[in-house]
């Protein structure tokens, strides 16, 4: 047990975090403004293999940055206008989505890199120190500009929703998007924006793990896009209380993986706490979470 009190420990729970904190505050965004978001495993996917594509491209890790965020952006606004614009159900949408990334990474791998599984490696960002003590750790993972992103996007989305007049409207539209378009708010306009900062900031949590692999591996995204909504079903629909629960979710595999090595425990049991705790946390919020009114519905619904 005294693995879990190290600066290893610390470091391997802020890494593992970011894919899970950045989906959740997608998921924020997006729900906040009246979509349902059940493809941030698809964000997550899709970004992961634009950011691998656009490195091994140019030999940049920053331009890697900005296919991924392309790529995560564009695959949200494709769900926006589905669920939206065409009023295709969010869910069905989301499930079509997620198949079309999972599927659509797996086509390319092949037939780009003649690989079902897996990219060429790349390099991705080296800021730190070197070495494998755990402050070396914890310095390369908070200088990480992935990661510094990351935490700049858990400190201004509160702000953009909730002090500023776009936020307002964000949650006009998804609290009650029929009475903001009687007073003249674009509901799907402002719905579409949403989605597209939901993409761009899930996004990071997929480049994330790309950068962290140093390649694209299939199904990468391992569920984590399902365990940020459960975090943000917990956190009721707040982007830092959803950014915390996903700390402790990545507590709970940092656990498991320093706990690997030891007999007491089966593996299995090791590997299954996050998802145990997902459904946990899901049994707990079932009926206490208050989601915005207006999740779902379209501004010429009835109320």
């Known amino acids: 047990?005294?693995?879990?009190?190290?600066?290893?420990?610390?470091?391997?729970?802020i890494r593992l975090s970011i894919p899970f904190a950045c989906a959740a505050l997608a998921g924020v965004w997006s729900e906040r403004s009246g979509v349902v978001h059940i493809a941030l495993e698809g964000v997550l996917l899709s970004s992961?293999?634009?950011?691998v594509v656009a490195t091994l491209a140019s030999g940049s890790p920053a331009v890697g940055v900005l296919?991924?965020?392309?790529?995560?952006?564009?695959?949200?606004?494709?769900?926006?206008?589905?669920?939206?614009?065409?009023r295709v159900d969010a869910i069905v949408s989301g499930i079509a989505l997620n198949l079309l990334a999972a599927s659509g990474t797996r086509?390319?791998?092949?037939?780009?890199?003649?690989?079902?599984?897996?990219?060429?490696?790349?390099?991705?960002?080296?800021?730190?120190?070197?070495?494998?003590?755990?402050?070396?750790?914890?310095?390369r993972t908070l200088l990480d500009p992935v990661t510094l992103l990351a935490v700049l996007a858990v400190?201004?989305?509160p702000w953009v929703?909730?002090?500023?007049?776009f936020g307002l409207r964000v949650r006009a539209a998804g609290e009650n998007p029929v009475a903001a378009a009687s007073v003249g708010i674009p509901v799907v306009r402002v719905r579409l924006i949403a989605l597209c900062v939901s993409g761009a900031v899930g996004a990071l949590g997929g480049i994330h793990l790309a950068f962290d692999q140093h390649r694209f591996e299939s199904g990468m995204s391992g569920g984590r896009g399902f365990i940020a909504l459960a975090a943000v079903i917990l956190a009721g629909w707040?982007?830092?209380r959803a950014a915390l629960a996903c700390l402790v979710f990545a507590a709970l595999e940092a656990t498991q993986i320093l706990l690997q090595g030891q007999r007491k425990l089966p593996p299995e049991i090791l590997q299954m706490l996050p998802y145990l705790a997902t459904l946990v946390v899901l049994a707990l919020?079932?009926?206490?979470?208050?989601?915005?009114?207006?999740?779902?519905q379209h501004a010429t619904e009835e109320r």
Do not use: C, Y
């Open 161 to 165: 929703l909730f002090r500023t007049r």
């Open 107 to 139: 086509f390319l791998l092949r037939a780009w890199f003649d690989s079902a599984s897996n990219s060429p490696p790349i390099a991705g960002f080296h800021w730190g120190p070197t070495g494998s003590s755990g402050a070396a750790m914890l310095a």
């Open 48 to 51: 992961a293999f634009g950011a």
């Open 67 to 86: 296919g991924g965020v392309l790529v995560g952006t564009l695959l949200s606004l494709l769900h926006g206008l589905l669920s939206a614009r065409f």
């Open 285 to 296: 919020a079932a009926g206490k979470a208050r989601a915005p009114a207006g999740l779902g």
């Open 238 to 240: 707040r982007p830092v």
């Open 155 to 157: 400190a201004v989305t």
């Open 1 to 13: 047990m005294s693995q879990l009190l190290t600066l290893t420990f610390v470091a391997e729970t």
